[in-house]
C-alpha cells in the first residue's frame, strides 16, 4: 500500500535561512507526488507537483522539490525564508492508477525574525 | 470562479445531534472528497465520489454519510454526531481534463462536538 512520511513534525528555522522539509514515499511505480502549504485557519494551497521529467520541480512563492527514486523522496526545499512561510507543511503521493491521494502527517514550520 | 466553498465555517453539536455539511464547486470537476484532519494525524480521506451519484468509502467513513446528487455538489453527513468527530473537515475537488491530479480545497469547516 501506499504511505506518506514526513519525518520532521516541527522545524523552526530563522527568517533568510534556507530551508528543506523532508518526504518518503512508498510506492512500487513512480508515483506522482504534491507539496501543499497550509496557513492557519486556512484550506490547503498547492505549492508544487512532479509526474514525470525533470525531477527538479520549481513552484510558487520560491520553492522547489526534487524527485529523487534511488531515496524514495520528494524534498522540498527554499534558499531563504520568509516569515510569511511559517505554515503547515504537507507531502501527498497519488498515481495514474488510483483516485485518492495519500497525505503525509505535515512538518509545522515556525519562522523566528 | 469561487473554487471550492464549504458551508458551515464553524458549528457545535450536542453528542447525538446530526448535521449536514456542504460543499460546492464551480470548476466542473469530476471528483469530490472529504477529508478530515487531526492534530499530528494529516487528512484522513472520509469519503469520496467520482462522479454525480456515485459514492465511495475511503479511511475513515464510520460514522458518516454522503450523498452526490448533483456534480457540483457534495455533502456529508453526521447522523449522531460523536465527540470522536470533533474535527476540521475539508472537502476538495479533482478534475481528469488533461490528466491533472491535483486537487482543489475548501477553507474547512470547524465542527465541535461537545
Known amino acids: 500500500a501506499q504511505s506518506v512520511t514526513q519525518p520532521d513534525i516541527h522545524i523552526t528555522v530563522s527568517e533568510g535561512a534556507s530551508l528543506e522539509l523532508r518526504c518518503n514515499y512508498s510506492?512500487?511505480?513512480?508515483?506522482?507526488l504534491f507539496w501543499y502549504v497550509q496557513s492557519p485557519g486556512q484550506g490547503l494551497q498547492l505549492l508544487l507537483k512532479?509526474?514525470?521529467?525533470?525531477?527538479l520541480v520549481q513552484g510558487i512563492k520560491g520553492f522547489e522539490a526534487e524527485f529523487k527514486r534511488s531515496q524514495s523522496s520528494f524534498n522540498l526545499r527554499k534558499p531563504s525564508v520568509h516569515w510569511s512561510d511559517a505554515a503547515e507543511y504537507f507531502c501527498?503521493?497519488?498515481?495514474?492508477?488510483?483516485?485518492?491521494?495519500?497525505f503525509g502527517t505535515g512538518t509545522r514550520l515556525q519562522v523566528f525574525p | 470562479n469561487a473554487g471550492v466553498t464549504q458551508t458551515p465555517k464553524f458549528r457545535v453539536l450536542k453528542t447525538g445531534q446530526s448535521m449536514t455539511l456542504l460543499c460546492a464547486q464551480d470548476?466542473?470537476?469530476?471528483?469530490m472528497y472529504w477529508y478530515r484532519q487531526d492534530p499530528g494525524m494529516g487528512l484522513r480521506l472520509i469519503h469520496y465520489?467520482?462522479?454525480?451519484?456515485?459514492?465511495a468509502k475511503g479511511e475513515v467513513p464510520d460514522g458518516y454519510n454522503v450523498s452526490r446528487l448533483k456534480k457540483q455538489n457534495f455533502l456529508l453527513g453526521l447522523e449522531s454526531a460523536a465527540p470522536s468527530q470533533t474535527s476540521v473537515y475539508f472537502c476538495?475537488?479533482?478534475?481528469?481534463?488533461?490528466?491533472?491530479?491535483?486537487?482543489?480545497f475548501g477553507p474547512g469547516t470547524r465542527l465541535t462536538v461537545t
Open positions: 501527498a503521493s497519488g498515481s495514474y492508477n488510483t483516485d485518492k491521494l495519500i
Open positions: 510506492y512500487g511505480a513512480t508515483p506522482y
Open positions: 512532479y509526474f514525470s521529467g525533470d525531477t
Open positions: 470548476m466542473n470537476h469530476e471528483y
Open positions: 465520489s467520482v462522479g454525480e451519484g456515485t459514492t
Open positions: 476538495a475537488s479533482m478534475g481528469l481534463r488533461e490528466k491533472i491530479y491535483e486537487q482543489y
